[in-house]
């Protein structure tokens, strides 16, 4: 028998794109070696870097010969990869669900949870505006309120069980319910988050990383 490559992840632990796949590597049960990149690290720009991953953005995922970039698309190799099925349902409906609330996080929730995250932990307070850090916050609502009403008739993103789905929106629910901002009391969302903080990978790699 032969041994499996070895996992590396490029990217630093504070970005939520990067607790993505460490969360699912966790989940897993997969050890990987983390390099600390961009950010306060840099080296996201410099050309061997970019050779990998031509955007220039973390996290990218090194696994033999496999280069993988896209933080949501490292979900669904490493879930494919290793046989993740309880994960990645491979019923074609099953997976839509998945798939379209990991795409309504690419397209929709990350962009304005990115804007406010941006807007309160990475400007310097005398810098920040109260009226951008409130219309972020309003976009933000707007969205988790949709969140809240799916859940009202679902458990989890997927459906009935835990999977990629959640963990591609889970980062962000942290940031969402413990940035100092005013929010809506979203009833099924608190109860889905909730299950969320039982998981040991969720509360390493992301809560225990805290805001920074």
Not at 102 to 124: E, H, K, Y
Not at 152 to 178: E, H, K, M, N, Q
Request: charged share 20%.
């Amino acid at each position: 028998m032969t041994n499996s490559p070895e996992l590396t992840v490029l990217g630093r632990s504070n970005s939520s794109n990067v607790q993505k796949v460490m969360w699912l590597l966790d989940e897993i049960g997969q050890a990987c070696v983390r390099v600390d990149v961009g950010g306060q690290y840099g080296g996201n720009k410099a050309a061997d870097y970019l050779a990998k991953n031509p955007n220039g953005v973390v996290p990218t995922l090194i696994h033999g010969d496999a280069v993988v970039w896209e933080s949501n698309a490292i979900l669904r190799y490493l879930a494919n990869r290793f046989h993740a099925v309880g994960l990645y349902p491979t019923d074609p409906v099953d997976r839509s669900w998945v798939d379209r609330w990991m795409d309504w996080q690419l397209s929709s929730l990350g962009p304005a949870n990115r804007t406010l995250f941006q807007r309160i932990v990475r400007t310097p307070p005398e810098q920040r505006r109260q009226d951008a850090i409130d219309e972020a916050r309003d976009q933000n609502a707007e969205l988790f309120g949709l969140l809240d009403g799916y859940l009202d008739r679902s458990a989890y993103l997927g459906g009935t069980s835990f999977s990629i789905a959640d963990i591609a929106v889970g980062p962000l629910a942290y940031r969402w319910l413990t940035l100092p901002v005013q929010r809506p009391r979203l009833r099924n969302v608190e109860r889905w988050y909730a299950l969320l903080c039982k998981r040991e990978a969720f509360v390493k790699h992301v809560i225990e990383i805290g805001l920074s």
